[in-house]
Each structure stands twice: as structure tokens, then as C-alpha cells.
């Protein structure tokens, strides 16, 4: 019989990182994450693990990058400010190919806002928070389960292409108890750290480096990442589609609002209106092949989202044009109810119909 | 006839890449670079050595050392260090810091490393000024020094007093050794070796953190010939900060002439 265990989705990102191997965690403690800084200096220990608790976040991220460059996996978990004072290293990240695991477990902002959940990271996340031109996986979640899952993958496909990967948390997932089977993700074939500098021993040194004055040296590396960017995008979307095949109206949503929003699908349906809903779970490489293919039938989209409209950009470019979409934001740390959504479902689909 | 005509005066070090330098004629930065790697083949751990870099004139120093290198944001070297040696318990790890890269924007980073006895060691250079970025105010600049963004001299009652890093770090519990040296003189120079030596012995030994700063130059934005820059070292900058050995662990006897003045 297969065990399950009852843990908040901060414990269960923090197991299942310790399960793919994660022994060294850097962090500094922010509500609503904290359970997982904490978890981490219990458990590691039991492992021969460490955690180190940095004098700020921004030194935590660093912490993580010369443990990263040195071959380990290695994770941390923060929220809100903390996230904002890690993007610096993210960029540095970036630059030298080091794979890491950020949990982000978002709060109300901007600012310190509230400790509320909130999904406002989502540019910040998706779009390489801090300077330069690059991105991250952003995995997002919509329960305690897919947290585990997701962390578990997360490690492998930092790991294969040398990026680093966001879990997508809110305070909602991030504390709520669920029952968790942990498993291990797929295999994936993974690529030697021979870059890892910890020590050249008798060979060649290793530099893990990202500066130089040289303008076609620095262009060779863009595009270096660029091209792993564009196999990211060609191969690494994922998702899940719910009744999409006939829908004349596509709800688009992801983590706690799409768990919500598939609750509104459902009663949607019961009702008999031909709705349908696409659940993101790949942020960056952003879901847009479902959406692409749905488009060419759907009359309507409904984007929902706990910001003030920040993956809508995302849907609209999928979409290109092919059919109208509407946003239903919910602010301030608060979610949406599935009523609600039912409601608003309920009457783009009297929209959407009349346009026939 | 001279007697060491035939006989090798200098051979290099294998501690050293031998690319050439990139630094200004007559800085200091080369010296340093030269006894580190030279102290670290004499300890025979070339091969296990992890370097950590700084944001500064020294940005580019990976390709002249002969070990594995992580290049850090400015600032944050002993957070990257702090990594590596988590991660890499068998290596020695050191970071190579400039005065505005350790004492102003990554004081914090430092001083924290310290606290928690981090088995790394610092090398701190400190020339009174930022280099890199064109001559502006170092947090050790001296009181009345004209730099790019102290036009008129640094005021004490605007911009403060220049920072005493050794001092400070003496008094960190964390901090097994601390040391004080320069590059004004040859005599200097070997002075200043024997301190990094000693530095990355305590690090061996898993004694805690290790910090030796290095008075050094900048001929260009002091506006000087190498030879008047070291004199202005010894004249200028050396009576204002702590000099010598501030802190020995006690299993280290005090180098000799080591003690603070």
C-alpha cells in the first residue's frame, strides 16, 4: 500500500527536494514560507545535509550559487521582499548555466502588502526577474501533490539544462494540508557536472564565470542561451486541459485560482454551457501550445488571476487576436470564489454566443 | 661580471596561469595575485583550491590564477564562498575582495561569513579608492583625499571616517585570524606573504575565518607614479590603519615583527 502522508505544501516542497537529493539549503525566514527553512534544519541534519540560515536573502542566493557551481543540488524557499532580493544572484545564476530550485511562495505586494496569498509574481517570475536577457522554468502547482511532484521535477530539469527552476507557491498553497505520496519524477537521462569547480585537481581549472569586455564573446553566450531558451519553449510545456474539445469558452488559469476556476468549470458544466479550462503548469516555458490549438475553435477566453492582469499578456499573445479574452482579477491577498467565476463563466458564454 | 649572469633570477609560479596582466603599470594588484598563488603552490593545494572574485579592477582575475574560480556579483563573495565550502568540505576556499566590494556594499556578506567562523579565507585590497569605475570614495578613503565623487576632499562630518577593516574584524568571535600587511616595499611584500600564509593555515586547520588585508596602490587614480604611490602608502595610508598581526589563533606563534603597533 502506498504511504501518504498529511504535510502543508511548505513540507512537502521541503521533503520532496531532500528526496531528489537536495542536501545543502541557504534561506532566510519569510512568512509565508518559513515552514520550509525550518523543515530544512530538522531534516537535514538526519541526512548529513546542511541548511544555512543567511543574513539575508540576497547573501542566500549567492550561498546557493557557489554550492551550485560546485555541483550539488541545492534549493531555498522565500516570499515577496525576499524574492525581489534574491533577483540579483538570479541573473548571475543565469549567466554562469547553474541549476537551482527557488520555491516562491507568493504574498500580497507589491511592498510588504500583506501575508495573504497572491499570484503578483508572475511577471517577476516569468520574465527573468532580475537584469539581462534571460528566463527560468517556472513550475506552478494547484495543490500539495503536484508541489511535491513538481519540486521532484523541478531538481531534474534544472539539472539537464542548467537553469534554474521556480516552484510557483502562494500562501494558500504553501500552508494548506494535503494527503502526499512521494514519488519520484521520470527519469531523465542527465549530463556529467564536469564544469563544477570544486577543485581542478591534476586537470584543466574550471571558471564559473560571466563577465567579459569582449562584445563577440559576449554574444556567442547569448546566444548560447537563447538557443537552450528555444529548445525550453519547443519541449518543455506543460499543462492540463479540461473539457477544451467542444468549449466555446476556455477558462485559463494556474495554481490556486486554477484549482478554483476548475471547480467553476465544473458547475459550469452541470449547467450544460460549454466550457472548458487550460491549467498552465509550465509558466515559463509559458503553455501556449494548448492555447494555440484551442483558438482555432473557441469563440472566448476568460483568463483568471489573483494580480491585476499579468498572464493575460501571456494568453493574449497565444491567442493572437483569434478570439476576445477577458480578465477576472482578484486582489489584495483575497481568492476568488468558484461561485463567482461560475457566474462570470455564465455570462461570457451569453457573450460569446450572441457573436455567432 | 654580474654573478647571477646564466642563473634564473625569477621563475614563475605554477600557481599563475602566466597570461598576462591586464592592470595598470606599477599596481599592486599583480603582487598580490603573485604571492597568493605562490603561497597556495607552496602549500600544495593548487589542485583543491576554489577562488572567489570580486566586482572591481580584479573582476578578471580567474584567468590568471591556476585553480577553479566562481566570478561573484559585487559584493558577494563570502556568501559564494560560504557555498563552496559547504559544499566542498575538502577544499580550500578564499576570496579576493577590493575595499568597496567588502567594506561598502558587501560589509554585510563579510562580517556574517566571519561570524560564523566560515572556513574561508579573505584577501582584502585596499587602496583608499575605487579603481575599476574611475577613481570615486572607498569607505576607506582617508579624510581630505579628492576623489571623482569627493571633489572637494573627503569631509568627515559628510561622508564619514574611513572604515578600519582589520580592526573591526578582530573583534568578530568567528575571526581566528587576522592580519594587516602591504605593498610598499619588498620587505613589505614578503611580510604580507607570510600573514596569507598563515591565513590559509587556519583555514586548514578548520580554525574559522581568516582575513588578511593588503594596503596597495592606484598610480592612475591617485594621480602618481608607481614609485610616489607606495611612498604615499607608507606615509599616508599605513598610520591610519591597524598594522600587523590583530588576532593569531593559539596554536600559531605571532609572526615575527607581526604585532600590532
Redesign the interface.
Known sequence: MVQKLLVKGNEAVSEAGIRAGCR?F?GYPITPSSEIIEYMARRLPEVGG?M?Q???E???????????????R?MTGTSGCGFSLMQ??MS?LAAYHLPVVVVDVSRHGPALGNLDPSQGDYFQMTRGGGHGDYYTFVLAPSGVQEAADLTALSFDLADKYRMQAIIAMDGVLGQMMEPVEFRDPPALELPAKDWA??????GP???????TLDPVVSEQRAVAMADKYDLVRATEQRWEAFETADADLVVVAYGTAGRIAKAAVHMAREQGQKVGLIRPITLWPFAAKPIEAVAQTAKGFLVAEMNIGQMVEDVRLAVNGKAPVWHHRTLGGLMPTAEELAERIRLLVGEVSTHE | MNETAGKPVFTPTEGM?GKPLHYCPGCSHGIIHRVIAEVLAELGV?????G??PVGCA??C??Y?????????HG?AP??????????P???VFTYQGDGDLAAIGI??AI?AAM?GEKITTIFVNNAIYGMTGGQMAPTTLVGMKTSTTPYGRIAAEHGQPLDIPKLFAEIPGAAYVASGSTDSPKAVLQTKKYIRRAFETQMAGQGYSIVSVLANCPTNWGMTPVQSMAWIRQELMPHFTMGELKVPANLEPAKGGRPE
Open positions: 545543502l541557504f546542511q544555512v543567511s543574513e539575508s540576497v547573501s542566500a542566493v549567492y550561498m546557493m550559487l557557489g554550492a551550485a557551481a560546485a555541483g550539488e541545492v540579483e544572484g548571475f569547480t570544486r577543485g581542478k585537481g591534476n581549472k574550471h571558471d564559473a564565470t560571466g563577465y | 596561469t593548487l589542485g583543491r583550491t576554489v572567489i572574485g573582476s578578471f580567474e584567468q590564477f591556476n585553480i577553479d574560480w566562481v566570478g561573484a556579483a558577494r556568501a559564494v564562498a560560504t557555498g563552496v565550502r559547504r559544499a566542498v575538502e577544499a580550500v554585510a556578506e556574517h560564523r
